[in-house]
């Protein structure tokens, strides 16, 4: 086999010796597509691993952490919730509405593999600078695709982030989530039980869409590599897919299959090396009998990532009665191979062995990369001037900026209220909906701060992760657990991984702090164009539950007159990124000051004050501050007319940023006790105004509501057309 | 005698659950779940035609599902004077099938379109005979193609026949005139000459319960048991 072979595989020479020495022999060409599609970052995690392992996964409510297709955590009463972030970056740059809209048909069946109804979709997307007629294009396609796909099955999307930033110009960002719920006693694993179980193929027949897409993902672009590179796409059929979830999950319900794992990545090959690793068991499969919708070679049906497809291993008996049950819903069953003791993977094709490989070499023998770092520099204190700042600019230049304004044009492109159970849609600070036929509420929120992150990757990542917790105690959901999406550019370069070690150390620590460990997640690395890199983007999902729906807190105004209260810490204006970025004082990254130490206590003792007068009906509604400040909180509660008058000292610091920062929407008839009880727990407060109708009011300067409503919820229109 | 009514679910259908649900909840009778290759339906009052993509919105919106086995029983059973109500991808089946006018085409947007609505009644039928002609719905919609459309001649009877049930209108926070999809005369929702039969692009299902954007959706409910 030449060098030019193996390295358009994406493997380096290293890794190929490594390989032939262990074989002692040459490999076949579907050997050789096997260990390129199993040894590259997408499916093998080589250069995350060893900083992985740092982080926290288990506590008393992981049921299960990373490793199968989602995490899931224990909400009592034997129910459980599945979960997962994934990313869809390079394809949804070559193929927005595909490339997405795949994105999330692929979380889906992450969620449902596992024997969980999916309940809720979020969404975490990115994009360069809107001013380009790319940025346009990429936006349009990409939210048409997440929506198209998630209508049609007819998952409620609840919530996301939608960012611009000319740091995506050339390596847009999508990142999908997926909630589901399943009954802990009746969750499905990938790992087979039986010698001799039959694994069966379910789902859409097998095309060339998607070969190479794994591989694809785990390699920086050049910018002639669009058109190449758009057969490496799949295509997604939603139809299909609901098809195929109904029939799953009336399988699993009656009790006929034994394990599942879905063919995302790498197809059918990642999907059996995982199930014969899980199982300590071998696999054999007859390629002949996989369902093709075109005559395809054995290498090729390796390695398509076609969509809508499962795996599933089956005691003999059950076969017939599983396939009059995929017979009514119109699905695609054939049985491919069995499960043996070997612990090979054995594939085979017109009665010749074409791969005949020992799981061990696949799996556990994958690289793993112990690459350079190197750690930021340290940064020089110094202040900012903001004389020329008046509040009439900085509302203007929040007003015009697309990542302050409202986002309907974005959540209007979803359903959000189908399957009748949500309780808290897009464009709130967290998205919440009840479990069916329970009281219990599930609250989740993505979240990613990549300036902070690239101030200081650290205390960066700390940051974003109790953003999202603010946003789930804004709503009175619980915080428990986390799914990440660690999107960066080239591990290559030692700044970068400086970057990836030490936002996995920040995530690592928080998620301690606050006992919310990470129980899924993905890597996406390679985000680069050619010598561009994207700036750190780590996202996070965050889960929780509050056992009682009827407490969950809106964040808008309910009613006039209502107190409204600040609490939390201002970081103030030479400490707040985003106000010194979006208010144009700073443009370069290397001025900014050193991020000011996360107040960790501070957050968590506020919370539980949030939580506790939540729970007494003490709050009306509550917002979190984050981008924007007390500004942007404020604003964002304004509905039905219902507007505020505040008091504060430094108009600046109504744009800053905060430590622990919540807006409090009080009756004045709770006033009291809530004082009460902020006094006995200490914490600092200010009565900022009260919600008043009609109105927009900061230090008695009167701002015309109506114009301001125009400007928040019609702007991002304007500004993308 | 106690109410019972029936859903039917087609490939694709992802509100049928949400009917099946809001009937329980509502009728305090007996419901039914139909499988679209059933041939026959049970004794049923009410039967909903929920929404969703059924058969993938192959050919057009509601296209291959006007043709399934269990519409002959469905036919049948409006026309023997029973309530047949179809939510979203159901109105699309009943133009599809025949039993409503008109036709439901893209969103003037070219965009799905996920946000709550406002519709007032616009002529008295069964289905809203307990909401006043003053009050506004609030009322979630989800569709690609709601864009109610019909000729000139057809529009002229709609109006003079009085089947016009539901219209589009400003809510009080609304930014622009309503009509959230370009229909027609802002028409929301229409029935047949004999008012037993509506077709409707808003969730009724999705705007009941306590924790939902408002409780305007049982009124339909309550005036059919009226």
């Known amino acids: ?721 | 005698m106690s109410f019972k009514s029936a859903v039917i679910t087609f490939p694709g259908s992802n509100c049928d659950r949400d009917a099946l649900t809001y009937l329980k909840d509502l009728t305090h009778g007996e419901v039914f779940n139909i499988w679209h290759e059933e041939s026959s339906l049970p004794d049923v009052d009410l039967v909903i035609l929920p929404g969703g993509f059924s058969f993938g919105d192959y050919l057009r919106s509601g296209a291959m599902a006007s043709k399934s086995n269990i519409i002959h029983d469905v036919i049948d059973h409006a026309n023997n004077g029973r309530y047949l109500l179809g939510i979203c991808n159901g109105f699309q089946i009943l133009t599809e099938i025949g039993l409503l006018k008109g036709a439901l085409i893209q969103n003037k947007s070219i965009k799905f379109l996920g946000k709550d609505c406002y519709i007032k009644k616009k002529f008295d039928n069964k289905f809203n005979c307990n909401i006043k002609d003053s009050e506004v719905l609030q009322i979630p919609v989800a569709h690609n193609e709601g864009n109610f459309y019909c000729d000139q001649e057809t529009l002229n009877y709609l109006q003079n026949e009085e089947l016009i049930a539901f219209e589009y209108c400003r809510g009080e926070d609304s930014i622009d005139d309503g009509n959230i999809n370009g229909s027609l005369d802002n028409i929301a929702g229409i029935t047949n000459k004999n008012r037993n039969i509506l077709g409707m692009m808003p969730h009724p299902e999705r705007a009941y319960q306590d924790f939902h954007v408002s409780k305007d959706g049982k009124k339909i409910i309550e005036s059919i048991l009226s």
């Open chain 1, 1 to 721: 086999m030449n060098d030019e072979i193996i390295l358009e595989h994406g493997l380096t020479l290293d890794e190929f010796r490594v390989i032939k020495e262990y074989l002692k022999r040459d490999l076949t060409i579907e050997e050789l597509g096997i260990f390129s599609a199993m040894w590259n970052e997408h499916c093998c995690y080589k250069t995350s691993k060893k900083w992985l392992k740092k982080l926290p996964t288990s506590n008393e409510i992981v049921i299960q952490g990373p490793g199968e297709n989602a995490g899931i955590i224990d909400v009592k009463d034997n129910d459980g919730i599945a979960f997962k972030i994934e990313s869809h970056n390079h394809p949804s740059y070559i193929e927005p509405f595909n490339g997405a809209a795949t994105g999330v048909g692929g979380i889906l069946r992450d969620i449902f593999t596992m024997g969980a109804r999916p309940i809720a979709t979020l969404d975490s997307i990115r994009f360069g600078e809107i001013s380009t007629d790319k940025t346009n294009y990429l936006l349009n396609g990409v939210v048409h695709g997440i929506g198209h796909y998630g209508n049609c099955i007819g998952i409620p999307n609840i919530g996301g982030e939608c960012e611009f930033d000319q740091t995506y110009d050339y390596n847009n960002l999508v990142n999908a989530m997926a909630i589901g719920h399943v009954k802990n006693d009746s969750i499905f694993y990938s790992k087979p039980k039986t010698i001799g179980g039959l694994i069966v193929y379910i789902g859409s027949k097998t095309g060339k869409d998607g070969i190479h897409g794994a591989s694809m993902a785990s390699d920086v672009f050049s910018e002639d590599d669009e058109d190449e590179k758009r057969p490496s796409v799949q295509v997604g059929d939603p139809f299909m897919e609901k098809l195929l979830m109904e029939g799953c999950l009336e399988l699993m319900s009656s009790g006929l299959i034994e394990s599942m794992q879905d063919m995302g990545a790498a197809g059918i090959t990642s999907s059996s090396v995982e199930m014969a690793s899980k199982g300590n068991v071998g696999v054999h499969i007859n390629l002949d009998k996989v369902p093709l919708r075109q005559p395809l070679t054995p290498y090729e049906i390796l390695l398509s990532e076609s969509q809508e497809r499962m795996l599933a291993v089956i005691e003999k008996d059950n076969n017939e009665k599983i396939r009059e049950i995929l017979k009514k819903w119109q699905i695609d069953y054939e049985v491919i191979g069995e499960i043996t003791n070997t612990k090979r993977v054995v594939f085979s094709s017109n009665e010749k062995i074409v791969v005949d490989l020992p799981v061990d070499i696949i799996v556990d023998d994958a690289p793993e990369y112990d690459r350079e770092f190197s750690l930021p520099k340290k940064r020089n204190q110094r202040n900012f001037d903001t004389s020329k700042l008046n509040i009439e600019k900085m509302i203007s230049n929040y007003m015009n900026n697309l990542n302050y304004l409202d986002k309907s044009w974005v959540y209007n492109q979803y359903d959000s209220t189908v399957m009748g159970d949500t309780i808290k849609e897009p464009g709130q600070s967290a998205g919440v909906v009840k479990i069916h036929n329970t009281e219990k509420a599930i609250g989740a929120s993505t979240d990613c701060n990549p300036l902070y992150i690239r101030i200081n990757p650290e205390k960066g990542m700390i940051y974003t992760v109790l953003e999202a917790y603010r946003n789930l105690i804004a709503s009175n959901i619980k915080p428990m657990a986390i799914t990440n999406n660690l999107n960066f550019a080239s591990p290559l370069d030692p700044n970068i991984m400086g970057e990836i070690v030490l936002s996995i150390s920040g995530l690592s620590d928080i998620a301690k702090k606050l006992d919310t460990p990470i129980v899924s997640g993905n890597v996406s690395l390679y985000n680069q164009t050619n010598d561009r890199p994207i700036d750190p983007t780590p996202v996070i999902g965050m889960v929780g539950c509050n056992s009682n729906w009827k407490k969950i807190l809106q964040n808008k105004f309910i009613k006039k007159n209502d107190e409204l209260l600040l609490l939390g810490k201002s970081l103030g204006g030479d400490f707040s990124p985003y106000f010194l970025q979006d208010q144009k004082i700073i443009s370069s990254i290397c001025e900014f000051n050193e991020l000011l130490a996360p107040d960790i206590d501070l957050e968590i003792k506020t919370a539980k004050f949030i939580q506790e007068a939540a729970e007494k009906d003490l709050i009306q509604s509550s917002n979190d501050i984050s981008r924007g400040g007390i500004f942007m909180s404020l604003i964002k509660m304004t509905q039905k007319n219902l507007g505020f008058s505040i008091k504060v000292n430094d108009e600046k610091d109504i744009f800053c940023e905060y430590n622990a920062g919540y807006i409090l929407a009080i009756d004045q008839k709770n006033k009291e006790e809530v004082f009460s009880m902020l006094y006995k727990d200490q914490i600092n407060f200010l009565s900022l105004g009260q919600v008043k109708l009609n109105t927009f009011e900061i230090n008695s300067k009167k701002f015309n509501y109506s114009d301001m409503m125009d400007m928040y919820y019609k702007n991002f229109y304007k500004l993308i057309n």
